[in-house]
């Protein structure tokens, strides 16, 4: 019976860390129902904007008090976790505060105060966030498509970062005091903890410290387990996915689009006075479905894309710099994030039932994204550049305004014109070729 506790631990160890891997396992399925997509050309500097991006949060401080904030939450929150070595080690083979034997007296003692002013800052952040994002009404927190879930989502992180926080430094005190009477052996230095809570605690029994000092550490085990496997259903999944995301991003200048292969073919064809169109090429297969163009669903995404949608961080500094949303526009850069990623757990939902993927009427387009946000684009990469993570909403907007034009002849009357005019005129404006110069002719 004296190592029921092990056990218990072992078994809720294997079975957190497993459901973690079988959600993880999953995303990545989901992330592969996209078209491959060639991104693995210049290492070195991709694994530079990782490092800068995602582990340096160096895109997050253009906004001070919210990066600063995030960075104390970031650097606190992933630091402390650390400590999860050390509570796995203790909690298979019953041991006490494992590393103190690693790391010498000394250097534990600095290590266990860094984590404590560490996880204190943690909870002066997450009250800050939670009463900005509740209370001090900043816009981009408060739009339509932050409604419901979303809004819940980001709040229950909050509180579960500061419950996480608050039971380290239950436990802790209770150690502390347990240590100074001589349960304990003398590990660590607790300056918060010893300070703020271990007064309270000083007027209890030694079992009811032993009783506290247990139940915050088994809290603070099962509640990591349980935020690790929440991430699945949260838009924290960016804390995971951030790193391939800036790893994968796009190294080529802003507001370059991509040519498609096919078109560029047929144009080359029309060029060449030699060339039979009506011939097949030798390569051709007769039977091969021809390449949609653009995109009107998740499966006409390229997986970057994809990886885009689940790394969003819901932030809202792409739509809070959009001139369009800014002007009126039904555009949200980040509900196209959102809206792409709903899509994509509605495959999921769909896969997971049948074992393959079974027509369900719907698409991306018209059931989640409205033609009126994707044609309310300027295209002028401020969403882009915006981003903390490199997500790129315009890429998605543009393969869809893709589909439409190329595919379902389907465009604003306005444009309709200018391509009549370009087709025609080799210009946008409806004056003949033979006319352009008559502006600079002398009267």
């Known amino acids: 019976m004296q190592y029921i506790d092990n056990i218990i631990f072992f078994i809720a160890l294997i079975a957190g860390f497993g459901l973690f891997f079988k959600s993880l396992k999953e995303i990545y399925r989901n992330i592969r129902l996209g078209k491959k997509i060639e991104r693995t050309d210049n290492p070195s500097e991709r694994w530079k904007t990782m490092g800068k991006v995602a582990l340096g949060q160096s895109k997050m401080t253009k906004r001070p008090i919210a990066g600063i904030l995030h960075i104390f939450v970031y650097v606190g929150f992933v630091i402390i976790n650390i400590e999860l070595l050390e509570i796995i080690v203790d909690g298979i083979f019953g041991t006490h505060r494992f590393l103190s034997g690693i790391l010498g007296h000394s250097l534990y003692a600095v290590f266990t105060a860094t984590l404590e002013i560490l996880a204190l800052l943690v909870v002066l952040a997450v009250v800050i966030f939670f009463i900005r994002r509740n209370f001090y009404g900043v816009k981009r927190l408060n739009m339509k498509e932050l409604f419901g879930w979303p809004k819940h989502d980001a709040n229950w992180i909050l509180i579960i970062e500061f419950a996480l926080m608050i039971a380290f430094f239950k436990m802790n005190a209770a150690d502390w005091v347990l240590q100074q009477r001589g349960v304990f052996a003398e590990h660590g230095s607790f300056p918060v903890s010893s300070n703020l809570l271990a007064p309270i605690f000083q007027n209890f029994s030694d079992n009811f410290l032993l009783f506290t000092e247990r139940g915050a550490w088994w809290f603070h085990f099962i509640g990591i387990l349980f935020f690790m496997n929440y991430l699945y259903y949260s838009k924290h999944l960016h ?198 110069l008559k502006w600079a002719t002398e009267n």
């Open 239 to 436: 804390i995971i996915l951030a790193f391939p995301n800036t790893w994968f991003a796009n190294l080529q200048p802003k507001g370059k689009f991509n040519n498609l292969d096919s078109v560029t073919k047929e144009i080359k064809l029309m060029m060449d006075p030699n060339s039979d169109p009506y011939a097949a090429a030798p390569e051709a297969d007769p039977n091969a479905v021809p390449d949609k163009f653009g995109a009107n669903d998740i499966f006409d995404l390229n997986q970057v894309q994809l990886l885009n949608a689940y790394s969003c961080t819901e932030c809202g500094r792409c739509t809070s710099v959009c001139p369009a949303n800014l002007t009126g526009k039904k555009l949200s850069p980040r509900k196209i994030m959102m809206d792409t990623r709903d899509r994509i757990e509605e495959v999921a939902k769909n896969i997971n039932k049948n074992g393959k993927f079974v027509d369900d009427g719907k698409k991306l387009l018209d059931d989640h994204i409205q033609r009126e946000e994707l044609w309310a684009c300027t295209t002028c990469n401020a969403c882009v550049e915006a981003c903390p993570v490199l997500i790129d909403p315009l890429s998605i907007i543009f393969e869809m305004r893709r589909f439409l034009v190329m595919e379902q002849s389907s465009a604003p009357s306005e444009l309709n014109v200018m391509m009549t005019n370009v087709e025609n005129n080799a210009a946008p404006w409806a004056y003949n070729q033979a006319d352009r």
